[in-house]
């Protein structure tokens, strides 16, 4: 077993947090240089609310295969150009400790830990540690995993909901584990290999429901944020942790656009509570903060642009025809 360097800095003394060495800004430099070392290119940025930020990695050779530890709490760590050099591998990753947010295209996979994706390195993508973060990256080659797969993309969620999953989990963590032993021919390296690509092809993107597209979270984020009179395109792209203009372009096709979009959404639900005799006691002021609007006169001018009759109108015609 090839251990390969470790990268990391001391600073104000070597002092140390969870076992993780700190760094000043000076040396993040150096840290770019690391990653890009064992992973390739990407574009990285510091933690944008600290002074010091965590950054550590190695990387081990078992037999060919290598795997990568992760310590970090960077702002952001993405793949923006793809070089020809950069594409041969892609990244089985298993999140380890804290939360991963991870953009590629118009979907989105949050890692916790004990999750586990396939990263492709050959396509653009973007990793959002949401604070300090551990993982193991797994570095298997591209071709092999695009042979195995017969035409799936090289990216998505793992499943651990069947025996596959369960079995590649257990493997990764052993094979991350210091009880490795020192010794590994090139042909265990080429077992190990081809039994992770095989494991991977039942596993990838089995469950839908964690690999949702982009629009449908910010619909859903819109549903549960109506109530918030922050709500709007600049809280969402945050939350969302994709730009502005990237969350114009997924409400793209259709006419309505995100800001119309969560105005409509907002009258429908106040529709409904102005059509509910249960809840007739609810003044209009009432259900205009219950619902985001800045206040009762902004809620009625909006109501009457999109219905053409006042609240007041439409709660009576909603009465008679009950």
Same mark, same amino acid.
């Given at each position: 077993?090839?251990?390969?360097?470790?990268?990391?800095w001391?600073?104000q003394?070597?002092?140390?947090?969870k076992?993780?060495v700190?760094a000043?800004?000076?040396?993040?430099?150096?840290?770019?240089?690391?990653v890009?070392?064992?992973?390739?290119d990407?574009?990285?940025a510091?933690?944008s609310q600290?002074q010091?930020?965590?950054?550590?990695i190695?990387?081990?050779d078992?037999?060919?295969?290598?795997?990568a530890?992760?310590q970090?709490?960077?702002?952001?760590?993405?793949?923006?150009k793809i070089?020809s050099?950069d594409?041969?591998?892609?990244f089985?990753?298993?999140?380890r400790?804290?939360?991963?947010v991870?953009?590629?295209? =118009?979907?989105?996979?949050?890692l *916790?830990?004990?999750?586990m994706? $396939?990263?492709? !390195?050959?396509?653009?993508?973007?990793m %959002?540690?949401?604070?300090y973060i551990?993982?193991i990256s797994?570095?298997l080659?591209r071709?092999?995993i695009?042979?195995?797969?017969?035409g799936?993309p090289?990216?998505?969620w793992?499943?651990?909901l069947?025996?596959?999953?369960?079995?590649?989990?257990?493997?990764?963590?052993?094979l991350?584990?210091?009880?490795?032993p020192?010794?590994?021919?090139?042909?265990d390296?080429?077992?190990?290999?081809?039994a992770?690509i095989?494991?991977?092809?039942p596993?990838?993107?089995?469950?839908?429901?964690?690999l949702?597209?982009?629009?449908?979270?910010?619909?859903?984020?819109?549903?549960q944020?109506?109530? =918030?009179r922050?709500?709007?395109? *600049?809280?969402?792209?945050?939350r $969302?942790?994709? !730009?502005?203009?990237?969350?114009?372009? %997924?409400?793209?096709?259709?006419?309505?656009?995100?800001a119309?979009h969560?105005?409509?959404?907002r009258l429908?639900k106040?529709i409904?509570?102005l059509?509910d005799?249960a809840?007739n006691?609810?003044?209009?002021?009432?259900?205009?903060?219950k619902?985001?609007?800045?206040?009762?006169?902004?809620?009625?001018?909006?109501?009457?642009k999109?219905y053409?009759?006042?609240?007041r109108?439409?709660?009576k015609?909603?009465v008679?025809?009950m």
């Amino acid at each position: 077993m090839r251990e390969l360097p470790v990268f990391g800095w001391y600073s104000q003394g070597g002092v140390s947090w969870k076992g993780v060495v700190m760094a000043e800004m000076r040396d993040w430099k150096q840290w770019e240089c690391a990653v890009h070392q064992i992973c390739g290119d990407f574009s990285m940025a510091p933690p944008s609310q600290a002074q010091l930020f965590i950054g550590d990695i190695q990387c081990t050779d078992l037999g060919g295969l290598a795997i990568a530890r992760i310590q970090t709490n960077a702002s952001y760590v993405s793949r923006r150009k793809i070089r020809s050099e950069d594409g041969e591998y892609c990244f089985l990753v298993q999140q380890r400790q804290g939360t991963m947010v991870v953009n590629q295209g =118009d979907t989105q996979i949050v890692l *916790k830990p004990g999750d586990m994706a $396939l990263l492709d !390195s050959a396509s653009c993508f973007d990793m %959002l540690p949401q604070g300090y973060i551990e993982q193991i990256s797994v570095h298997l080659p591209r071709s092999k995993i695009e042979k195995q797969l017969i035409g799936r993309p090289c990216f998505g969620w793992i499943s651990q909901l069947n025996l596959s999953g369960q079995v590649l989990r257990g493997l990764v963590q052993q094979l991350a584990s210091s009880d490795m032993p020192h010794w590994v021919e090139h042909q265990d390296g080429e077992a190990l290999q081809a039994a992770l690509i095989s494991l991977i092809q039942p596993t990838l993107s089995i469950d839908t429901s964690l690999l949702m597209p982009l629009r449908m979270l910010a619909e859903k984020l819109i549903l549960q944020s109506l109530h =918030d009179r922050d709500l709007s395109p *600049k809280f969402l792209a945050q939350r $969302l942790h994709i !730009s502005i203009r990237q969350l114009y372009r %997924l409400f793209d096709d259709n006419d309505e656009g995100v800001a119309r979009h969560i105005t409509i959404q907002r009258l429908r639900k106040s529709i409904e509570d102005l059509s509910d005799c249960a809840k007739n006691r609810l003044s209009i002021t009432d259900i205009a903060h219950k619902w985001g609007f800045y206040d009762s006169a902004h809620y009625s001018r909006v109501f009457k642009k999109y219905y053409e009759m006042t609240q007041r109108e439409y709660r009576k015609n909603a009465v008679h025809m009950m």
